[in-house]
């Protein structure tokens, strides 16, 4: 392998060096951990204790109980949804957002930007005040009319699901909008001058061009959901809790550190197989 700067075949240590610093990293925070994490998932658990170290597949056997199926599916679907709803408001709001100047669409951007520096406790806590009963959205619309009484949004399906795409949704209004800002507006012109109507030239030219990015969204969105933990318990009921917060539960509450990490390598595995899975479909695309 030749050094892209000298073109000379690597030899001594110092040519090295620029791979040495981030190869370090990578093993120390990634390869360690992910290694540790696999062998303390074939370890046993030691009832009142902690665990020990064995080989066993029990931890892995417990995914096919129909517990586990339930909180799986559950986390799958509700991750999927979410997923959904993000990229189908996401993506007209990040075509509205190119056709904008470029000064309002710094603004968004900076928004969005600062809506990122939320924490997850936070945004938590402010969903479940606004969809409460003493202080939420429903007093507004008891004094407008429309509710004859306050109602209590939270905890509920609804009020998780709205707190998820909350959390995913600048995320994917970034990723649509690289793809979306290099669009060619004479595109759309054309197909409306050859006869289409604006939706279908929409829908024909704009989402068409962006297949690539609407999938990546949807990935994105998906796999960052999964990954939610503190939601679920913030705006959730115990019925729709998920695979994440499950982890947490086995791993610190019920110290259950074998199952944990086990529940983590699969979440992990999922995680990776769909980013793989937007990488063979790109790499497809671009062939």
Known sequence: MRSPDTGRTPRTLADHAPVIYPALMLLVFFVVPFGIMVTISFFERVPGGFYQPTFT???YGRFLSAFFGNVLGFSLGLSALAAVICVGLGFPFTYLLTRLTR????LWLV???????????IVGFAWSTLLSRSAGLSNLLVAVGLLEQPESWSPG?????????YLAFPYTVLLLYPTLVRLDRELVEAAMTMGASPLRAFFTVVVGASR????SGLILAFVFTLGIYLLPQLLGRPQHWTISVMITDQAIFQSNLPFGAAMALFLMLVSLSLVGLTLLLGRRRAA
């Open 57 to 59: 597949f029990d931890n």
């Open 212 to 215: 690539n990015a609407i999938l």
């Open 103 to 106: 000064r309002r669409q710094i």
């Open 157 to 165: 399906f609804a009020a998780l699901l709205v707190g998820m795409c």
């Open 111 to 121: 928004f969005l930007l600062s809506v990122l520096s939320l924490s997850e406790v």
